[in-house]
């Protein structure tokens, strides 16, 4: 069982930054990918960025350059920070983790354990 937590998000204007956080109870099982996801309502929850165990990353060809996934492994915590943010950034952001592979954002259909999510909402 997998217990996620997010944190960090709020409103912001285009250009601006955000991090968000996620505690991750794992008991430092590395075995897991950790992901961030984003939805917007009436659109299906689609993948940001994936980090595994090794600390390799994937991201979502709209966020590249511009959003980092990373990990602290001693506080069992997973970050997204986001820079040069835009409107079409605004969504509601999820973490999310599971034991599958990470050298592509894998689905969201495949990740068991969720977090509550966090709003982010940029104006322009």
């Known amino acids: 069982q997998v217990q996620l937590v997010e944190s960090g998000g709020g409103s912001v204007q285009a250009g601006g930054s955000l991090r968000l956080s996620c505690a991750a109870s794992r008991s430092g099982d590395s075995s897991y990918c950790l992901g961030w996801f984003r939805q917007v309502p009436g659109k299906e929850r689609e993948g940001v960025a994936a980090i595994d165990g090794d600390g390799r990353t994937s991201y979502a060809d709209s966020v590249k350059g511009r959003f980092t996934i990373s990990q602290d492994n001693a506080k069992n915590t997973l970050y997204l920070q986001m820079n040069s943010l835009k409107p079409e950034d605004t969504a509601m952001y999820y973490c999310?983790?599971?034991?599958?592979?990470?050298?592509?954002?894998?689905?969201?259909?495949?990740?068991?354990?969720w977090g509550q999510g966090t709003q982010v909402t940029v104006s322009s």
């Open positions: 999310a983790a599971e034991r599958v592979g990470c050298y592509t954002v894998p689905p969201a259909s495949l990740f068991s354990y």
